[in-house]
């Protein structure tokens, strides 16, 4: 026999069950490899199906032939041993041992043997597959598969998500939306809707009831986006007309400045003269330098809430000037600032925490001037009121005691004054500023 007929006639037979055996084993290394990688996916959130694939088929590929030539290709005694138990009873077995003799009973054997083999089908020898390798297969086929598909739908990418960013703003009438990217995956994206909100879109303010020197105006203003969205608020009194503001910082005390207007006469001539509170939306905080001196017309005086200094000679020789209020925020009255105001009969000074600063000759020689109302804390120079020779009351908001340690600042200027007490005694009040600009500008809105 000739090996060769033996294998052309039955090795293709065995060849292919060799080839079997090895295509179940490498899927079944390759299904446990995909396996693998789908745990991987799914505990650390990345998407791998197609490095499962990817491994099936390498394993495949690569699979096949090694299994093939390690373990299943065939081998002659094994397809002998194969043949025999078709039914040739150990004829084939026989023969290959006895290939080398050359004796009759040998070639007698052979020959019998081979026309055994030619008469025979090949189909007699069955391909035998172990039901083990079909298990194994299937098993974890079936785990495999089904891990992968869970892992492909529901591991997905565990997001590492960016800011919120809007892409259309809400407006006062229209929800808006923002949108965010996931640092992982740009194509992975979430959008959240912005709630209408009170981003109106104003138009500018327009005066509805315009200021006068001493009355409060109001503007308006409207929303673009819708017309029931009106905003009002208050525009301060305008003053009186012709007034000179510049600016100026001054302060309340010595570490608090604040910024605003310094204000003057201008070509103000009126005999009753309104100062606003604030202009060009800051402050009016101080009578400027002389602002005012000389304005022989000047009979009546309104100063603002929110003044603080009132400087140099500001209304010296106002002789008209019959009576001034200075408001509670003004902290200091610098030098000469009265100084010959003949028709001043009456000064009151508001009440206020800080304490107020009357530098000297302040109010000298008002010689009309009858009665002052001073604050609790005042501190006077000498020489505030020299020359007042009708100054017959002095209006104290304050004690005996406290009155006495500020008049021991002036000499025998005010001894025979008569001063009238609000308090029978009290502990002097710690100075302080209860004066804000911030709350000045919004008590517009208050309105
Ligand atoms: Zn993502
Ligand atoms: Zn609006």
Redesign the pocket.
């Given at each position: 026999m000739k090996n060769k007929e033996l294998s052309d006639k039955y090795c293709s037979r065995f060849v292919a069950e060799g080839l079997i055996k090895s295509a179940l084993c490498a899927s079944t290394l390759g299904f446990a490899l995909s396996l693998i990688s789908a745990i991987v996916s799914l505990s650390t959130g990345t998407k791998l199906i197609w490095l499962s694939a990817l491994l099936f088929l390498a394993a495949d590929a690569v699979g096949i032939p090694l299994f093939y030539y390690a373990k299943f290709r065939p081998k002659t005694m094994q397809m002998a041993n194969r043949l025999d138990k078709s039914g040739l009873q150990e004829r084939v077995v026989t023969m290959l041992e006895l290939a080398d003799e050359q004796t009759t009973l040998a070639e007698m054997q052979r020959s019998d043997t081979e026309k055994q083999l030619e008469a025979s089908n090949p189909k007699r020898v069955k391909i035998i597959i172990p039901v083990s390798q079909i298990v194994w297969l299937l098993a974890t086929a079936l785990v495999s598969l089904s891990l992968n598909v869970f892992a492909a739908f529901y591991s997905?990418?565990?997001?590492?998500w960016g800011d919120w960013i809007v892409t259309q703003p809400a407006t006062c009438v229209s929800a808006g939306q923002e949108v965010r990217f996931?640092k992982?995956?740009p194509s992975?994206f979430e959008k959240r809707p912005i709630a209408v909100n009170d981003a109106h879109d104003w138009a500018d303010w327009a005066v509805s009831v315009p200021a006068k020197a001493d009355e409060y105006g109001e503007e308006t203003r409207i929303c673009k986006n819708c017309s029931d969205h009106i905003e009002r608020r208050k525009i301060f009194p305008s003053g009186s007309e012709g007034l000179h503001f510049s600016e100026t910082s001054t302060y309340i005390s010595a570490n608090k400045p604040v910024t605003g207007y310094a204000v003057s006469k201008g070509s103000a001539l009126a005999s009753e003269i309104y100062i606003p509170a604030v202009f060009n939306e800051k402050p009016v905080v101080s009578i400027a330098f002389s602002g005012f001196e000389n304005s022989r017309q000047l009979e009546s005086l309104h100063l603002p809430e929110g003044l603080i200094f009132i400087d140099v000679r500001a209304f010296a020789n106002c002789i008209s000037l019959k009576s001034v209020t200075i408001p509670s925020s003004v902290t200091l009255l610098h030098c000469d600032s009265f100084r010959y105001c003949e028709s001043l009969e009456s000064v009151v000074i508001e009440d206020a925490r800080q304490t107020v600063i009357i530098y000297q000759t302040a109010f000298a020689y008002c010689k009309n001037l009858k009665s002052i109302t001073l604050p609790e804390n005042v501190y006077l120079y000498d020489d505030a009121f020299e020359g007042c020779t009708a100054l017959s009351d002095i209006y104290y908001n304050g004690s005996e005691k406290q009155w006495s340690e500020i008049a021991a600042n002036c000499g025998e200027e005010l001894s025979s004054v008569t001063v009238h007490f609000s308090k029978e005694s009290s502990a002097p009040q710690k100075s302080e500023s209860l004066f804000s600009v911030a709350a000045l500008l919004s008590k517009r809105k208050s309105f």
């Open positions: 997905g990418c565990r997001h590492d996931c992982k995956e992975h």
